[in-house]
């Protein structure tokens, strides 16, 4: 795909390459840095200098090498035929083309980014963060000719970085209200999304009006958006069918989906449950539901996490098991904005069934909680393992320890 002129090549060949660190020169954002995010932006033609790069902060040669850098990596486009609703399709997009590049990896969205450059690219000549920009310009104006003008900033001074983030999550924030009212009822498609397969073969995204991508950064208005963008690209028009199990969340259509993208691997879905046949996790989720056998419910982690779980595993290590396209039941990668779903795990209990979760998601997703149950929830302020976790909830009564809570049939 690349005219030659870069440094190093470009192309799909790249994606699902894997940049270890012992091969990292550098790396952005990712578990060790707080600040951190990527965000597109539509703009005025006047306020949009095309094909402009900047770069804020230490370049790539003033970086230590092994080390992690704050970043924030910002698209502004332009075009008589783009409409607000496309930015999110535009910033995931960011995922595909930065694994187009040579030595290059890029994982997760929004404030979660991780990006790694490898040696042996830097050696060919990928020295500096503007030529970055310059390619990702070069693919967005290569594939998607309603791009008038783009210009691109990236900023890796932390002061700026954390600044412009309260900004950037605003917007997340607005994204994510749209969907609410929406039910699954009300539509007669879903739509997949197929950008992590690179990294697990057998998985696919089915985004609902209930249910947002696993990442966090495409709901279904997004995929719609996304599909008359490019009906040929990574996210498709799923017709969901008749629904088998309403209560686990089955479609006929989910099921054909689950089939035909897993290439045989599993031929059932449940949207809304973490048992028998789960939604498949790719490696971009933004936290892990996991099963606890000892009270017989959930935990929830996010990915910016840094401690150990009540069951005594950091996120990283759970991230290994429940990742890669599998189904596994009692561990189910998820959007956090999946907890404000009327459908959250509504065929295992939902939010009557979590019992542990850190105190910040917590306190993110409190007005999702019921309102008897919030201080019924431990953190790791209240417990440190499953012992300590079994007197906590004996003690302020949770409703499911105490079996009040039952499971719809």
Not at 381 to 389: H, K
Request: with cysteine.
């Amino acid at each position: 795909m690349s005219d030659g002129v870069f440094p190093v090549d470009i192309g799909p060949q790249y994606e699902g390459e894997v940049i270890r660190k012992a091969d990292m020169l550098v790396e952005f954002g990712g578990p060790n840095v707080k600040s951190k995010f990527e965000l597109v932006t539509i703009k005025k033609p006047e306020e949009v200098i095309h094909e402009k790069v900047e770069v804020i902060g230490p370049d790539i040669p003033d970086i230590p090498e092994g080390s992690s850098q704050p970043i924030a990596l910002l698209v502004d486009v332009a075009g008589a035929r783009l409409e607000k609703d496309i930015e999110p399709v535009l910033e995931r997009r960011l995922h595909l083309y930065l694994n187009y590049i040579e030595g290059f990896y890029h994982m997760n969205q929004r404030q979660d980014v991780w990006m790694r450059l490898k040696k042996e690219s830097f050696q060919k000549g990928l020295k500096s963060l503007k030529t970055l920009g310059e390619i990702l310009i070069f693919l967005y104006t290569s594939e998607i000719d309603i791009i008038e003008k783009i210009q691109i900033t990236i900023v890796t001074d932390a002061a700026k970085v954390e600044e412009l983030l309260q900004k950037a999550m605003e917007v997340y924030r607005a994204r994510d209200e749209k969907i609410r009212g929406l039910r699954e009822a009300d539509v007669d498609e879903f739509y997949s999304c197929a950008l992590c397969q690179s990294f697990a073969p057998t998985h696919i995204c089915c985004i609902t009006p209930e249910r947002i991508a696993n990442c966090g950064a495409i709901n279904w208005f997004d995929g719609k958006a996304a599909y008359q963008l490019d009906n040929e690209g990574p996210i498709q028009r799923v017709k969901k069918g008749f629904i088998i199990d309403p209560i686990r969340g089955e479609y006929e259509g989910v099921n054909k989906l689950a089939l035909e993208k897993s290439m045989g691997a599993y031929d059932k879905m449940y949207l809304h449950s973490a048992f028998g046949y789960p939604h498949t996790s790719c490696g971009c989720f933004q936290s892990i539901c996991f099963y606890i056998p000892e009270v017989d419910a959930f935990g929830i982690v996010n990915r910016d996490f840094e401690g150990y779980t009540v069951v005594g595993v950091p996120f990283t290590e759970m991230a290994g098991d429940t990742s890669g396209g599998r189904q596994v039941e009692g561990f189910l990668g998820m959007a956090l904005e999946y907890l404000r779903s009327p459908s959250f795990l509504k065929a295992d209990g939902g939010w009557y069934r979590i019992v542990w979760m850190p105190q910040a998601v917590k306190e993110l997703y409190r007005d999702a909680c019921p309102m008897d149950l919030y201080g019924k929830i431990a953190t790791e302020n209240d417990v440190r393992n499953v012992e300590e976790l079994v007197e906590f909830l004996d003690r302020v009564g949770h409703p499911w320890v105490k079996g009040e809570v039952k499971l719809p049939v």
